[in-house]
């Protein structure tokens, strides 16, 4: 394993290169850097305290790896992409799970506002064959949303972020496309997934093990 630092200049200089290659236009090179961050992020999250949440967000993790993979191959492999970011979205809603149970029904109101906008937004301009798998992620995405919110704290913060650079992603490709979405995706993207990582290190187990040890060295 890395240092953080030595991580956080990794995830930096690969997220630099990747805006680089959006503007280029250089596909190569976007499929050779877009996975950095995140494989970052992966090795980072091996430092937290074991717990079944750590690990359902590092199998997120590793699904989100397999979709940027995905989606930066040239040709269109938008559905197998979309496929790999739900296994993630259900991998994060499973750790979420784990921290909480709780209906929080103001959560579920919002999530289901959200998700319920978005979705009629795009079947307004057409999904085609891809109705049934768009509404599939829309729902899985918006339970994401409503336990993350249940969770609160960083975790909230990050499935928003992950929610809206997931709407952009729909509207830019289905609505109308717009110069800078690449660019906000990618960084909203990349800010949802470092939030929901860096939540692991705030999770109960976490907490409980850090309240442990520092009571152990005040008493000891």
């Not at 200089?13 to 596909?27: M, N, P, Q, R, V």
């Not at 959560?107 to 064959?129: D, R």
Request: proline share 4%; with cysteine.
């Amino acid at each position: 394993m890395f240092r953080p630092f030595t991580l956080l200049f990794l995830a930096l200089l690969g997220a630099t290169f990747y805006i680089y290659a959006l503007a280029s236009e250089d596909a190569l090179l976007g499929l050779a850097v877009k996975p950095i961050p995140v494989l970052a992020l992966i090795d980072w999250l091996c430092t937290a305290a074991p717990s079944r949440y750590r690990r359902w967000i590092m199998i997120g993790l590793g699904f989100s790896l397999l979709g940027d993979i995905l989606l930066a191959v040239p040709g269109d492999l938008f559905v197998f992409g979309l496929a790999a970011f739900l296994c993630a979205h259900l991998a994060y809603l499973r750790g979420y799970l784990s921290e909480t149970r709780l209906p929080a029904i103001w959560a579920l109101t919002i999530s289901l506002i959200v998700g319920m906008a978005l979705l009629s937004l795009l079947i307004s301009h057409g999904l085609g064959e891809l109705l049934i798998p768009v509404t599939v992620y829309a729902l899985a995405i918006s339970a994401m949303l409503w336990r993350a919110l249940a969770c609160g704290g960083i975790a909230a913060l990050g499935a928003i972020a992950f929610v809206f650079s997931d709407s952009l992603i729909g509207i830019d490709r289905f609505v109308g496309q717009f110069q800078a979405a690449p660019y906000l995706i990618i960084l909203a993207y990349w800010l949802g997934q470092w939030a929901i990582a860096a939540s692991a290190y705030t999770s109960r187990p976490a907490k409980t093990l850090i309240q442990t040890a520092a009571g152990q060295d005040k008493f000891g």
